[in-house]
């Protein structure tokens, strides 16, 4: 007689930190959180309009900060396109695997590992005439005053007539103090489960899962908190900062912002 055995899913790894649970899923990391084509040509919409504006012709480099930039596909996409690109992220492991996809002999492209609450201090104040942070990066500086230093930090390395981009899902459609599960993110190999659960002072916790092949699940612990970054508290804090411009969009496909929305776009300038 035959018998046939399964092999049973090894437990489940439980990981505490953000940054430790995006090291852990890092082979996955370009497989969940793919380059979109429209994203690309939005930040070359953005480069065009620099050369057109500027009182300088032929007009110089246009200098890029991607903040937040994980395994730099942004970046290294936008370096054909002649710009000079600086990107940084906190994530030791996410700058190692941008600094090895980089042309050989590119000069124009550079990876740090730097927090955002670090990056007035070693960048050069006025040198940047587009700064992006997409991908939903700014709630997670959850602390409403250290958001709001971020968001000042950015304006102070803004170029005159630079333009700052900010990403992040749409808190407006969110229902308070409902819990919100956001659409699942697959791959071949992987499946990204994702909540945000109501948590105190207004704040939102994530809960996230990534489900591999062989049934097993890496679970991140319910300690991450997000700050909901809605257009009117962004605005706000964009007003306290200096900026004067705001252009609201849905996606980079410069859809016009409603509360139901997939994300919200800002530019501010």
């Not at 042309?103 to 587009?130: A, C, H, P, V, Y």
């Not at 333009?163 to 749409?170: D, M, R, W």
């Not at 990204?192 to 996230?208: I, N």
């Amino acid at each position: 007689m035959n018998f046939t055995t399964q092999r049973t899913p090894d437990p489940a790894i439980y990981i505490e930190s953000l940054q430790e649970f995006y090291t852990v899923i890092l082979e996955y990391y370009d497989e969940l959180f793919p380059l979109q084509e429209n994203c690309l040509d939005f930040h070359l919409m953005l480069q065009k309009e620099f050369q057109e504006s500027c009182p300088i012709q032929p007009a110089p480099l246009c200098r890029f900060l991607g903040i937040g930039c994980a395994t730099g596909n942004l970046e290294n996409k936008l370096s054909s396109y002649g710009l000079d690109i600086t990107g940084i992220d906190k994530n030791p492991d996410m700058i190692e695997t941008a600094n090895r996809r980089m042309k050989q002999g590119s000069s124009t492209l550079r990876f740090f590992e730097m927090s955002t609450l670090d990056m007035k201090r070693f960048l050069k104040k006025g040198s940047f005439n587009i700064i992006s942070c997409i991908n939903n990066l700014i709630p997670y500086i959850s602390d409403e005053t250290l958001l709001r230093k971020f968001i000042h930090d950015a304006r102070e390395l803004l170029a005159p007539s630079g333009k700052f981009v900010i990403q992040t899902l749409n808190f407006d459609s969110f229902e308070k103090n409902k819990p919100k599960r956001l659409p699942d993110l697959t791959s071949i190999r992987v499946t990204l489960e994702r909540s945000l659960l109501s948590a105190e002072k207004g704040l939102l916790t994530l809960d996230a899962s990534l489900e591999l092949g062989n049934g097993q699940k890496i679970i991140l612990q319910k300690k991450t908190q997000m700050i909901p970054t809605t257009v009117s508290r962004l605005e706000s804090y964009a007003k306290e900062a200096g900026f004067t411009g705001l252009s609201l969009y849905g996606d980079f496909n410069l859809n016009p912002w409603t509360d139901e929305s997939p994300s919200t776009i800002m530019i501010l300038d």
